[in-house]
Every structure is written in structure tokens, then in C-alpha cells.
């Protein structure tokens, strides 16, 4: 298996453009997570999906931030309109809870940057 | 909500050294406790993990300890390596019924000096 894929690796945008970041998950993983890590706020969790339904969204930041997750084997993360603040490492991580494992597996992050 | 403290926030050795991490966490429903390596500009992996029926585990040269009743964990490497070198995060999770709410420390920066 790849293990977590997410894409684009590395997003440069300007403040009040729409950016658009995306995740495959471990193929066969129940939950899917999203994260933002800054050296201010550490590594925060965003959003996480049970069985492509979002369960919990209380650490996104406000309206200008949304999550989908349309089937088992791809999500996004959509910032509109962006702005400098929003400038972290965006990871994914997804782990199989039906087995009884709380294992989460990250993926390599999109480092976005909001000039 | 669960807040996770964690200290030191960097810790220089030697190598050979020992290196002891700890974290606290508020809430006493959190079950599971991974701890998480970090080297720079990678992703956050895995190096072990314990749940809250357990007290102790080990994994070679890293072992984890967990006290439910004072609510801390701690991260215990030996005979450290400079390529021990990372940031490490501890975290406290509850996971029950299809939630899970995890909650990450802010990190503690490892240095080995060869």
C-alpha cells in the first residue's frame, strides 16, 4: 500500500483565493482526519470522518473552511477565501477502527502558504 | 475539553544517554496514548503506543509508562542515537463508540549529540 497520499505537496496562493487540498486514505481505513500544524498552535485536529460522515468538526477555525469526503477513498479540505493566518502544514491521517486498532497514519502534508 | 501538557520542550543529550519525556492530560475518560516521532519536515509516525488497561510497554529501546490515577504518561528512550533526533508529540485520545477526540502535547524537541 502507498499509505496516505495527499496532494499538492507544497500550494503558494494568495490571500482571497480558494485552495483546495486533497487526501487519499489508506485503502480499507474506517476514519479519515484532518490536521493543521503550526509552531503558535501545534498540531491540531480539524475534522474527522467515520465511514465518509463527518462526525466531529469543532477544531475548524470558522466558516471560510470546509471538509467533504464524497466516498471511502478521497477527501478535501477547502480554504475560501484564504489568508496569510491560514498558512501551516495540512496533514491527513486515516486508521482502520473497526479492528479495534487506534493506529492513525499520516500522510506527507501540504505545506501552504498564503502570501 | 482534554488539555495535554508535555515537558521539556527540548532536551539535549548525550548519545548513549537516556531521554524521559512526560505528559499530563485532564480527562480521565481518555483511553489511549500513542506517541508520535517527527523529523523534520516529515509527516508525524507512530513509535508506540499504550491504552489505558495497561501500565507499561516496551519496544526495544523505547518503553512507555502510564499512571491513570495521576493522569501521565512518559516516554522513555535508552541508549539514544543521534537519528533519536526528532520531535516527538504525545497524545491523549478518546476513543469510544465510533468518537475519537484526540488531543496532541505541543512537542518536545530532541537533540542527541554524537
Known amino acids: 500500500d502507498a499509505g496516505v497520499i495527499q496532494s499538492p505537496r507544497h500550494e503558494v496562493t494568495e490571500m482571497g483565493q480558494e485552495v483546495t487540498l486533497r487526501c487519499k486514505p489508506i485503502?480499507?481505513?474506517?476514519?479519515l482526519f484532518w490536521y493543521r500544524q503550526t509552531m503558535m498552535r501545534g498540531l491540531e485536529l480539524l475534522i474527522y470522518?467515520?465511514?465518509?460522515?463527518?462526525?466531529?468538526d469543532s477544531g475548524m477555525p470558522e466558516d471560510r473552511f470546509s471538509a467533504k469526503m464524497p466516498n471511502a477513498s478521497f477527501s478535501t479540505l477547502k480554504i475560501q477565501p484564504s489568508e496569510p493566518r491560514d498558512s501551516a502544514v495540512y496533514f491527513c491521517?486515516?486508521?482502520?477502527?473497526?479492528?479495534?486498532?487506534?493506529?492513525?497514519?499520516f500522510g506527507p502534508g501540504t505545506r501552504l502558504t498564503v502570501l | 475539553g482534554e488539555n495535554v501538557e508535555q515537558h521539556p520542550s527540548t532536551l539535549s543529550v548525550q548519545e548513549g544517554d537516556s531521554a524521559v519525556i512526560k505528559c499530563t492530560y485532564s480527562d480521565s475518560a481518555s483511553n489511549y496514548f500513542p506517541w508520535y516521532k517527527q523529523e523534520l519536515g516529515k509527516r508525524p509516525q507512530l513509535i508506540i503506543d499504550?491504552?489505558?488497561?495497561?501500565g507499561e510497554k516496551k519496544d526495544q529501546r523505547i518503553a512507555v509508562t502510564l499512571n491513570k490515577t495521576a493522569k501521565h504518561f512518559s516516554l522513555h528512550i535508552t541508549e539514544t542515537q543521534p537519528e533519536d533526533s526528532a520531535v516527538y508529540f504525545c497524545?491523549?485520545?478518546?476513543?469510544?463508540?465510533?468518537?475519537?477526540?484526540?488531543?496532541f502535547g505541543r512537542g518536545t524537541s530532541l537533540i542527541v549529540h554524537p
Open positions: 485503502s480499507g481505513h474506517d476514519y
Open positions: 491521517a486515516s486508521s482502520l477502527m473497526a479492528g479495534g486498532t487506534d493506529t492513525q497514519y
Open positions: 497524545a491523549a485520545i478518546h476513543a469510544s463508540g465510533g468518537s475519537y477526540i484526540p488531543t
Open positions: 470522518f467515520n465511514n465518509n460522515v463527518p462526525i466531529d
Open positions: 499504550i491504552r489505558s488497561n495497561v
